[in-house]
């Protein structure tokens, strides 16, 4: 339990965390997830994918699926699809942390989930470029 909090206290936590407060997260490939992600990106168009964030636009931050996430900053939302997946089916008990350096959430950095109750790291990804989505 100690080398558990150790490893806590030695992450730095970004923005980048998903609220505990209940929000359920549909399963890969859901069709209510996919309908979400349509509602979101609605009317915009996509535009070349940028490798690096600054933290601060990663306050606002939304958990499609697994895999999934979107960023937003105004109006434009980011999605990031990551390689392997990084959050489980619910988010009670879990945190989504990185490790952020030089104030930017970039593509090839690693996402791991907490359990927040043991600090276990439960699930890992990697973080791919994020693809602007902007009304034209």
């Given at each position: 339990?100690?080398?558990?909090?150790s490893l806590?206290?030695?992450?730095?936590?970004?923005?980048?965390?998903?609220?505990?407060?209940?929000?359920?997260?549909?399963?890969?490939?859901?069709?209510?997830?996919?309908?979400?992600?349509?509602?979101?990106?609605?009317?915009?168009?996509?535009?070349?994918?940028?490798?690096?964030?600054?933290?601060?636009?990663?306050?606002?931050?939304?958990?499609?699926?697994?895999?999934?996430?979107?960023?937003?900053?105004?109006?434009?939302?980011?999605?990031?699809?990551?390689?392997?997946?990084?959050?489980?089916?619910?988010?009670?008990?879990?945190?989504?942390?990185?490790?952020?350096?030089g104030g930017?959430?970039?593509?090839g950095d690693?996402?791991?989930?907490?359990?927040?109750?043991?600090?276990?790291?439960?699930?890992?990804?990697?973080?791919?470029?994020?693809?602007?989505?902007?009304?034209?």
């Amino acid at each position: 339990m100690k080398f558990a909090r150790s490893l806590l206290a030695a992450i730095i936590v970004a923005p980048l965390i998903a609220s505990c407060t209940g929000q359920t997260i549909v399963p890969y490939n859901d069709p209510a997830s996919e309908a979400q992600l349509a509602q979101r990106l609605a009317g915009k168009v996509a535009g070349a994918p940028v490798n690096c964030l600054p933290n601060y636009r990663t306050n606002d931050f939304e958990v499609i699926d697994r895999d999934t996430f979107l960023y937003r900053d105004g109006g434009t939302y980011y999605r990031q699809d990551t390689i392997g997946a990084c959050y489980p089916g619910t988010s009670s008990g879990y945190a989504l942390v990185t490790n952020s350096i030089g104030g930017q959430l970039c593509a090839g950095d690693i996402a791991r989930t907490v359990d927040t109750s043991s600090g276990m790291i439960y699930l890992s990804c990697e973080l791919t470029p994020f693809v602007p989505f902007r009304r034209p």
